[in-house]
């Protein structure tokens, strides 16, 4: 079993910056996409970041320029970088990944969600 545990949300004045970490725990083989969707409310789940299965980056184009994602490999773990938060940035935030396991079979996995709210 794979799990997805985040960390990081809260609450931040727009213009600040908030760091989420998500780390891969579990039976891993490997890590064939991770990153970051968002649900604000009354909206549907969109994607923020992540890094595909080609291994290129992709961003939303809301939060390019403000927003980076980066990872550890060998803590299997990925981070979002948030800086210039806007109130409308305020959202649950999900950490997502597909996953092959000790078994070789793929699974897609969602972490809990962290809360980032931004107050203007």
């Known amino acids: 079993q794979v799990q997805l545990v985040e960390s990081g949300g809260g609450l931040v004045q727009a213009g600040g910056s908030l760091r989420l970490s998500c780390a891969a725990s579990?039976?891993?083989?490997?890590?064939?996409?991770m990153g970051w969707f968002r649900q604000a409310p009354g909206k549907q789940r969109e994607l923020v970041a992540a890094?595909?299965?080609?291994?290129?980056?992709k961003y939303a184009d809301p939060v390019k320029d403000r927003f980076t994602i980066s990872r550890d490999n060998a803590k299997n773990t990925v981070y979002l970088q948030m800086n210039s938060l806007r109130p409308e940035d305020t959202a649950v935030y999900y950490c997502?990944?597909?996953?092959?396991?000790?078994?070789?079979?793929?699974?897609?996995?969602w972490g809990q969600g962290t809360l980032v709210t931004v107050s203007s």
């Open positions: 997502n990944a597909v996953v092959r396991d000790s078994g070789l079979l793929y699974f897609e996995v």
């Open positions: 579990g039976s891993i083989f490997s890590i064939n996409a």
């Open positions: 890094f595909t299965n080609g291994g290129s980056i």
